[in-house]
Nanobody, 121 residues
Framework: QVQLVESGGGLVQPGGSLRLSCAASGFTFSSSAMNWYRQAPGEGRGLVATVTSAGRSTNVADSVKGRFTISRDNAMHTVYLQMNGLKPEDTAMYYC??????????????WGQGTQVTVSS
């Protein structure tokens, strides 16, 4: 079955850095685009960054542009989110996500359990 397992979250001071990892299994990782989302308390879940299947193209939300970088290692079946210059407003649960096509050709979203990032002095 599809599994996405995030790690790397924690408590960090403003201006600090963290690298989140998402280990994937149960599907053809190298054929799937991967995404990072985040959800702060009382808010909806929003897209943070996307990387295409081969890793040649990435996109990040305007709110994190210039600070966050998404990358992937297809040999390791892992996607990363490097977060630099962290701000208190980056505090959220961060989720790894992919969307796969099922046998009946419908699309299904898969999520990890999330990893908490807290930015505070």
């Amino acid at each position: 079955q599809v599994q996405l397992v995030e790690s790397g979250g924690g408590l960090v001071q403003p201006g600090g850095s963290l690298r989140l990892s998402c280990a994937a299994s149960g599907f053809t990782f190298s054929s799937s685009a991967m995404n990072w989302y985040r959800q702060a308390p009382g808010e909806g879940r929003g897209l943070v960054a996307t990387v295409t299947s081969a890793g040649r193209s990435t996109n990040v939300a305007d709110s994190v542009k210039g600070r966050f970088t998404i990358s992937r290692d297809n040999a390791m079946h892992t996607v990363y989110l490097q977060m630099n210059g962290l701000k208190p407003e980056d505090t959220a649960m961060y989720y790894c996500n992919t969307i796969l096509r099922t046998r009946n050709m419908s699309l299904l979203a898969y999520w990890g359990q999330g990893t908490q990032v807290t930015v505070s002095s």
